[in-house]
């Protein structure tokens, strides 16, 4: 059973950061893309940003482009996600989720339903 645990979120003010990891129990993950959702309460679960497997490309969406990065440790089967200069609306519960990577190639690296395993959550909260 594939297995993706998350660690690091928690509180912060505003303009702080905080780092976010997903690690997987999964052999192939350098295979994989790794994507990161968050959701908000009262919002849609929205793509926050994705990685591919080999480290070399990633995609963020546009409201956490230049703040946000996504990394990740292929010999620690772990992927990061760095926010930087936090904002009281980035507060959510942040998953990170593996694809298959074909995804990439079939423009569905933003696609929620395109990822089959997901972490459990981590909240982040950003107060003002």
């Known amino acids: 059973q594939v297995q993706l645990v998350q660690s690091g979120g928690g509180l912060t003010q505003f303009g702080g950061s905080l780092r976010l990891s997903c690690v997987a129990n999964?052999?192939?993950?350098?295979?994989?893309?790794v994507g990161w959702f968050r959701h908000a309460p009262g919002n849609e679960t929205e793509f926050t940003g994705a990685?591919?497997?080999?480290?070399?490309?990633?995609y963020y969406a546009d409201s956490v482009k230049g703040r946000f990065t996504i990394s990740r440790d292929n010999a620690k089967n772990t992927a990061y996600l760095q926010m930087n200069s936090l904002k009281p609306e980035d507060t959510a519960v942040y998953y990170c989720?593996?694809?298959?990577?074909?995804?990439?190639?079939?423009?569905?690296?933003?696609?929620?339903?395109?990822?089959?395993?997901w972490g459990q959550g981590s909240q982040v909260t950003v107060s003002s």
């Open positions: 989720a593996l694809g298959d990577p074909r995804i990439e190639g079939s423009g569905n690296v933003r696609s929620r339903g395109a990822y089959e395993y």
């Open positions: 999964k052999r192939t993950f350098p295979n994989y893309i």
């Open positions: 990685i591919a497997g080999s480290g070399d490309r990633t």
